[in-house]
């Protein structure tokens, strides 16, 4: 079992910044990848951004491009996702998972990321 714990959620203007974080405990030494998804009311959960655990490789979703950055402490089995240049459109509960080789068996609770324009 892995355990996720995100924070970092919260309430910002147009053009503003927020980091995420997700601190992963239990079997990290099971960890294949980590991704963050969002989900805004009424819509889809869409990918956001992955990064390896090993090695550090990253991939990002068209939309946030730019202006997203995905990134890992391994030492404290923590994954966070640096939002810049917020959207009224980035408006959603963001959630991180882990792949651990097997699909994202394992998610966070949530975290709430308001933009106002």
């Known amino acids: 079992q892995v355990q996720l714990v995100e924070s970092g959620g919260g309430l910002v203007q147009a053009g503003g910044s927020l980091r995420l974080s997700c601190a992963a405990s239990?079997?990290?030494?099971?960890?294949?990848?980590m991704k963050w998804f969002r989900q805004a009311p009424g819509k889809e959960r869409e990918s956001v951004a992955i990064?390896?655990?090993?090695?550090?490789?990253?991939h990002y979703a068209d939309f946030v491009k730019g202006r997203f950055t995905i990134s890992r402490d391994n030492a404290k089995n923590t994954v966070y996702l640096q939002m810049n240049s917020l959207k009224p459109e980035d408006t959603a509960v963001y959630y991180c998972?882990?792949?651990?080789?097997?699909?994202?068996?394992?998610w966070g609770q949530g975290t709430q990321v308001t933009v106002s324009s």
């Open positions: 990064i390896r655990w090993s090695g550090g490789s990253t």
């Open positions: 239990g079997r990290t030494f099971s960890i294949y990848a």
């Open positions: 998972a882990v792949d651990s080789g097997t699909g994202y068996d394992y």
